[in-house]
């Protein structure tokens, strides 16, 4: 199968959505309620939970949580915050497909989402799905695993869903 890439990226919300998810402009920059003190594995596996579900309801398979996807997924989510940049693109210019595969993920088909200053898994989740790139990634029956990731920063929570099946 030919590798393909599907990477889609959620901007944080519109300042009149934004305001309405209770985030305060300060300076003219959007800043979200900083995320709640939960685990980090508590948020990726609701995420998860919530994927799960939007795959059933649309007739997918459940994905599986694969480790390497998951490191690949953290380990992005934590450079966009340590690094101040929001992209599927690294400043070391790696992309998703390099970050999977050093992370040890043999891919046949990988896609990626990211998101920024969103609180809560739902938030998250809902924004992707009204989103159709987002939603589309999701929902590809194809995907067989995936791996989540989440960051707090300044510029409010990361978050990262990489997406693949194997070769």
């Known amino acids: 199968m ?31 309620p900083a995320a709640r003190a939960e685990p980090v594995a508590s948020l990726r596996q609701q995420v998860v939970t919530l994927v799960n579900a939007q795959r059933d309801a649309a007739g997918c398979s459940s994905l599986r949580v694969s480790p390497q996807l998951t490191a690949a997924a953290q380990k992005h989510s934590d450079d966009m915050a340590e690094e101040h940049f929001f992209s599927h693109t690294g400043p070391d210019g790696a992309g998703p497909g390099s970050r999977i595969s050093a992370a040890g993920y043999h891919w046949d088909a990988y896609g990626e989402n990211i998101a920024r200053g969103q609180a809560t898994p739902a938030a998250v989740m809902d924004a992707w799905m009204r989103s159709a790139g987002h939603r589309e990634n999701i929902l590809d029956c194809a995907f067989r695993e995936m791996g989540v990731g989440v960051a707090t920063g300044p510029e409010g929570p990361f978050w990262t869903q990489d997406f693949g099946s194997r070769e």
């Open 2 to 32: 030919r590798p393909r890439p599907a990477i889609h990226a959620l901007r944080p919300a519109p300042l009149a959505l934004a305001t309405a998810l209770a985030t305060v402009a300060v300076c003219g920059l959007v800043r979200p």
